[in-house]
């Protein structure tokens, strides 16, 4: 297993998740991947982070992204993981997260566990997360190259994101349970409503 304390197998690790991603991922996610890295990278230094080894994690917290149903399914074998049915029906939004970690963590060989816990909760959050956790699942929405389009309001969350973390944790999560219960009338990962109650007690009074 890797570790990413010195710098040479830094680089290495880098490397080679840029080369995976430019043979098994589109164009398009490879930007949005990039983004998410180079976003993760700039709140780890506001937040007193260890600036690459959040790099690291936005580079790799899509990895599972391009992984078709059958794929997911032999890694969810493979790596022993439990999917709820709900899960599956939405092809791989949910799914990548988790099947991402263990993907990861064999794959690349990164033995680091706040890394694996920040692939794993990217799309979902949880309460009480991580400050690495909480990086990435920001990151992945107010990314450069995420557009107004976006299920969040991009215009108050990137300032906020560099003003008050759990804030923004809050509020990207309130987004997401808003829009898949009004707009998509979909299925809900309880570790959405739970991150976004958990987040309103927190910063209620702020
Ligand atoms: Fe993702
Ligand atoms: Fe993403």
């Keep these: 297993m890797n570790t990413i304390n ?62 078709s149903r059958i794929e997911n399914e032999k890694y969810a074998v493979k790596y022993n993981i439990s999917i709820p049915e709900e899960e599956w029906s939405l092809g791989n939004a949910l799914i990548h ?7 990861a963590k064999e794959y690349f060989g990164i033995d680091d566990k706040e890394i694996f816990d920040a692939i794993y909760y990217h799309t979902t959050g949880r309460p009480d997360m991580t400050l690495l956790e909480k990086i990435v699942f920001c990151a992945d929405f107010i990314e450069p190259m995420r557009d107004q389009d976006s299920a969040v309001p991009l215009d108050i969350l990137r300032p906020l994101a560099y003003e008050d973390l759990d804030k923004a944790v809050c509020e990207i999560s309130f987004c997401v349970y808003d829009y898949i219960t009004k707009v998509q009338k979909g299925y809900v990962c309880p570790d959405t409503k739970l991150t976004y109650d958990y987040y309103l007690r927190k910063t209620s009074g702020r």
């Design 6 to 67: 010195d710098m040479d197998n830094y680089s290495d690790l880098i490397i080679r998740a840029d080369e995976y991603m430019r043979k098994n991922l589109s164009a398009h996610r490879a930007l949005h991947i990039r983004g998410v890295a180079i976003e993760s990278r700039r709140m780890a230094l506001r937040y007193g982070y260890d600036p690459r080894r959040a790099y690291l994690a936005g580079y790799l917290h899509d990895c599972a992204k391009g992984f």
């Design 97 to 103: 997260s988790k099947v991402g970690a263990y993907f």
